[in-house]
């Protein structure tokens, strides 16, 4: 049994890592409803889960017991899920463990809606760092296209930061909205998530009229956090 528990504490340790906005044992505790000092012994290997928390873990991150048990999921190239509210982003990483910025080019835009989750179609994407944003917050870099915001040109590259907690976006924020139907969308975004649970989406340019989105049709928020364009703004 205690190479089953090794395997369960470093499983969980990892589990929790690939969690969206590094996610700390008090907020992980609360959402499974278990002392923050039981999750922590939990990772640590010094105490076996209850038959109830284990049943509890395996369905918060959609794993089987067996394999929570058993495998080791850091070897497992699929991305991590949960059964949960909180988000997971796949995401990729520097040698020095520091995470990248990816960019998704014109190319594979048409592919992101389907391959945000797919760890395979991440790790294809070129990366780099970029010294002046947050090292504390996750960023995603995106082709402009289209004249509905400007003054954006279209060739931009636009920068996001990830948004875990899609309720307390602001009124008027930009975001760039990833829906399956539409791919990745720039817009100003008005939220009535939480009494009508859509999104309303509104141009810049006032010949494009606002629309809704539902919560469900959601699949990713970026607010936006800055664009290179290689030649000077004009007017």
């Known amino acids: 049994m205690q190479e089953k528990v090794n395997n369960f504490a470093q499983n969980l340790s990892y589990l929790r890592s ?5 996610v700390s044992q008090q907020r992980l505790a609360d959402e499974l409803g278990i002392k923050k000092s039981t999750l922590a012994a939990y990772e640590l290997g010094r105490a ?4 109830e928390d284990l049943i509890r ?20 190239t699929r991305p991590v899920s949960t059964n949960g509210d909180l988000r997971v982003l796949v995401t990729t990483v520097d040698p ?7 960019f998704v080019p014109v190319r594979a835009m048409g592919g992101y809606a389907e391959g945000y989750g797919d760890i395979d179609y991440i790790n294809r994407l070129p990366a780099f760092q970029v ?43 930009i975001c760039l909205v990833v ?8 817009k ?20 494009y009229a606002p629309y809704p989105v539902r919560r469900e049709e959601i699949q990713e928020l970026w607010r936006f956090a800055g664009y290179f364009d290689s030649e000077f703004p004009m007017g």
């Open 96 to 102: 020095q463990n520091r995470e990248n910025i990816e």
């Open 179 to 186: 829906t399956k139907d539409e791919g990745v969308v720039l």
């Open 131 to 173: 010294p002046f944003l947050s090292r504390d917050r996750k960023y995603r870099a995106f082709p402009y296209e289209g004249d509905s915001m400007p003054p954006l040109r279209e060739g931009s590259v636009v920068f996001g930061e990830y948004i875990d907690q899609w309720d307390g976006v602001k009124n008027g924020t």
């Open 48 to 51: 076996e889960p209850s038959f």
């Open 188 to 207: 100003k975004v008005f939220n009535y998530l939480e009494d009508k649970g859509v999104l309303v989406l509104k141009s810049l340019n006032e010949r």
């Open 18 to 22: 690939k969690l969206d906005g590094k």
């Open 57 to 76: 873990l395996a369905t918060f991150f959609a794993i089987p017991i067996d394999g929570f048990l058993r495998k080791d999921l850091r070897n497992d």
